[in-house]
């Protein structure tokens, strides 16, 4: 794993929850806003090295 996933991880982790203090404190706006970051973060694609095989067609 690189370091671009760790620091997405750690920011969706601070974020989630930041959103979730905020929520408890009654600021519905911030937590609301904390959320869609926090989801917006989790549908950034994080490059990895995948291997492509070839099978062997009949």
């Known amino acids: ?6 620091v997405m ?3 969706m982790l ?7 203090r905020e929520f408890r404190r009654g600021s ?5 806003a904390g959320a869609a970051v926090t989801l917006a ?3 950034v694609p994080i490059e990895t090295h995948a291997v492509k ?6």
């Open 1 to 6: 794993m690189n370091a671009s996933f760790w």
């Open 9 to 11: 991880l750690a920011g």
């Open 14 to 20: 601070y974020c989630g929850i930041a959103s979730w």
């Open 28 to 32: 519905r706006w911030f937590a609301l």
């Open 41 to 43: 973060m989790l549908m």
């Open 53 to 58: 095989i070839d099978l062997p067609m009949r």
